[in-house]
Nanobody, 123 residues
Framework: QLQLVESGGGLVQPGGSLRLSCAAS????????IGWFRQAPGKEREGVSC????????YYADSVKGRFTISRDNAKNTVYLQMNSLKPEDTAVYYC????????????????WGQGTQVTVSS
């Protein structure tokens, strides 16, 4: 059974950092693009960052460029999202998903989703 499990969320002060992990079981991440998405209360789920399966190409939403870094460790079957200089507007439930990379983070390209992890940025 294909499963993705996110971890690493929590409460952090503005300017702080968190590293989210997306661990896969039941399949090998190597063959899939992985995306990180987030959904704040009352808002649509949006693509934050995605990484391809082939050449490691990455995409970042403008709102997180220069602050977030996506990476994958195929040996650990895990993808990470390092989040630095966090802002209150980064507060959301963060989801990882497996799918196909088309140069951006289109929700329609990703079909297998984790359960999400809450990130709260507040003083």
């Amino acid at each position: 059974q294909l499963q993705l499990v996110e971890s690493g969320g929590g409460l952090v002060q503005p300017g702080g950092s968190l590293r989210l992990s997306c661990a896969a079981s039941g399949f090998t991440l190597d063959y899939y693009a992985i995306g990180w998405f987030r959904q704040a209360p009352g808002k649509e789920r949006e693509g934050v960052s995605c990484i391809s399966s082939s050449d490691g190409s990455t995409y970042y939403a403008d709102s997180v460029k220069g602050r977030f870094t996506i990476s994958r460790d195929n040996a650990k079957n895990t993808v990470y999202l390092q989040m630095n200089s966090l802002k209150p507007e980064d507060t959301a439930v963060y989801y990882c998903a497996a799918g196909y990379y088309s140069g951006s983070c289109k929700r329609a390209d990703f079909g297998s989703w984790g359960q999400g992890t809450q990130v709260t940025v507040s003083s």
